[in-house]
């Protein structure tokens, strides 16, 4: 595997224009990484690494590595410095979310687990995403949700009727 520097950083995303006004360099592929993941990422002022949410089988570590980065967990939000490090657990305890409020840009390291299947919840919207692998799945805004049971119920269902035909 070759050598890779976060102090010389090769972007695999620039979402400058977007709402994340953020650059990201996916570590874990990168050095061979199979069951931990990592990424670097570079804020702009106004920026943020993702929606407010939680993870149900990952757990994530946050590493202030420049810059003053805003945590917002269940707890509320506070301003962190560089070498604060930050610990994400399942769950709604585990909620999180990083953005940078500060007039400067901001650099940090997330490191995660990588297990999967996952879910997570987008806890603003109330969207759920299944996810099979990173960045693939399935993504349910809310309202759209049912239970398990009608869920099944309704398969069988559609299951006589095509057998039916």
């Known amino acids: 595997m070759p050598d890779v520097s976060i102090h010389d950083p090769e972007w695999d995303f620039d979402e400058s224009g ?7 360099m996916l570590l874990g ?3 061979g990484a199979q069951r931990l993941g990592a990424t670097l990422y570079e804020l702009d002022p106004g920026g943020a690494v993702s929606p407010y949410h939680c ?3 990952n757990e994530e570590m946050l590493v202030v590595l420049e810059g003053a980065p805003t945590l917002r967990t269940p ?9 604060a490090v930050v610990a994400f657990v399942c769950g709604p305890d585990g909620a999180h979310r990083i953005s940078n409020r500060s007039d400067a840009a901001a650099r940090v390291l997330m490191v995660s687990t990588q297990r999967y299947p996952e879910i997570a919840e987008h806890l603003d919207t ?5 996810m099979s692998a990173p960045g693939a799945g399935k993504v349910f805004p809310a309202g759209v949700d049912v239970d398990v049971m009608t869920a099944v119920v309704s398969a069988m269902q559609r299951g006589a009727e095509l057998q039916e035909e």
């Open 29 to 31: 592929p990168r050095i």
């Open 75 to 83: 707890e509320g939000s506070r301003d962190l410095e560089a070498g």
């Open 55 to 57: 993870h149900e089988a």
């Open 18 to 24: 977007t709402p994340y006004h953020a650059r990201a």
């Open 126 to 130: 109330g969207a759920t995403l299944a």
